[in-house]
């Protein structure tokens, strides 16, 4: 992981080397270095800054693609929200005032996910010490325990559906490229269409044709280049050409048409520079609606992804950092749960998902990352990122579909693990990965795969109750006869 590397970059010029060098120098004798450890984890200034560079490149894509999801949720927007005349269905149908309404849940939702990410990566460098980003993904102690009693097929298939579910998403017309579109006869169908339904995004012509799909699959394949390459940031990279390409305006990709909604986003786009303030977002919380099964199958999915998801990931990023000892526990593990825990209530009360640790840390950690000092500054690129609002609420849908699908095909490694020779093990986890995209939700997903592993295990259950009571049966025969035994062996003496 680097942490045996001298600090510095053989490819500089002696001027920058010394000047380099002395900088290092005064950072790790510094207050600063001395409270992060940096030369007792034989790192430095620079290396750390480094290291947080490249997970905040590898990383930054979450900021518009988790306000992107959930702003396709419809937010805090309804049909009061829709332009007169409108009915209830205007909330599925075009609408300027939905559509206005739902780019400004955006920018908030862009702005919550930045304050979410800089204040719990910050606070997991100071705290925890450790070089771990987090941000909104999409009982401290017990965690670890409670992952560990979910069955290891059932984590392992709810990872890889959870990755075909969010894949899935990439590829509609809202949310993604728009290769998947509605079918009156087979539900899902190929689109990506020239032209389609406003109502119901079904195809009315042109198959394959739209520009916007062709320029997203371009996308697609630079991040898959660099990827293969290991070039760091290549997710970003993707998601930055075709949104480039998409800003020009009266082309056939353009994000900004020529409609009202397009001059209003434009003239929004253009100001660049802007602290936008989260003005429907924050602070909606509501309890009175703990009655309805839609309440619980989220906090079901949510509780999921923190306990389970988040746990994992945290072990992994301390074991490829090299920080766990041979007890299984690493420095800062207590704090580090405290964070998480934290971060997860500040975003909720944005108005974003739960807040996790992102595998993207290791990319800083391949670079040299040893301490909170990196977590400390990918925080404070995220606090510059809020100063750019305009510009990150104006990636399009087929800028951000690409990078979905590469998450999905991320998520999908981990089959590989599952024993599928074992039916008891194969059919829970198949389940879960074919109705999570499927049904259109995890939390179905989750509950049939854990369903269906009970109700696999009910015959082994029943077969260790009957061996046990079996074996207490032969036990208390053989106790009795013991007894009957001495018994009988008293009589013979007294008659003697």
Known sequence: MGRDHVCGSGGMG??????????????SKSFVGRYFKLE??????????????????????????NATILAASGGTCSAADCSAPAGPDCVVKPNAGYESCLAKTKSDLVVATSVSAMVASVAMGVLANLPLGLAPASALGLRGKLAKLIPHSV??????????????????????????????????????????????????????????????LVGFLITSYGLMKNIKGSMIYGILFVTFVSWFRHTEVTYFPDTPLGDANYSYFKKVVDFHKIESTAGVLRFGDFNRREVWEALATLFYVDVIATTGIMYTMAEIGEFVD??????????????????????????????????????????GGRTGLTAVIIGLFFFVSLFFTPLFSSVPPWAIGPSLVMVGVMMMKVVKDIDWTNIKEAVPAFAIMLLMPLTYSIANGIVSGIGLYIALSLFDYATSTINWLRKMRRMVIKEQNQVSATAGLDSTVEII
Request: charged share 15%; aromatic share 8%; hydrophobic share 40%.
């Open 326 to 367: 041979e007890k299984g526990n690493f420095e800062g593990e207590y704090m580090a749960y405290m964070v998480d825990a934290a971060g997860t209530i500040i975003g909720s009360t944005l108005g974003v998902t739960t807040t996790a640790t992102f595998v993207e840390s290791s990319a800083g950690m391949r670079e």
């Open 40 to 65: 007792a984890r034989k790192s430095c200034f620079t290396r750390e800054l480094r290291a947080a560079t490249a997970t905040f490149l590898t990383m930054a894509y979450i900021i518009t693609v």
């Open 155 to 216: 984590r392992l298939a709810c990872a890889a559906g959870i990755g075909l579910f969010i894949a899935f998403v990439g590829l509609q017309v809202n949310q993604g490229v728009g290769l998947i579109g509605p079918d009156p006869s087979n539900l899902v169908t190929i689109t990506a269409c020239k032209s389609t339904d406003p109502e119901t995004g079904a195809c009315l012509g042109g198959k394959l044709q739209n520009p916007k799909f062709w320029l997203g």
């Open 14 to 27: 002696r001027g920058f080397l010394s000047m380099e060098k002395t900088i290092n120098d005064a950072v």
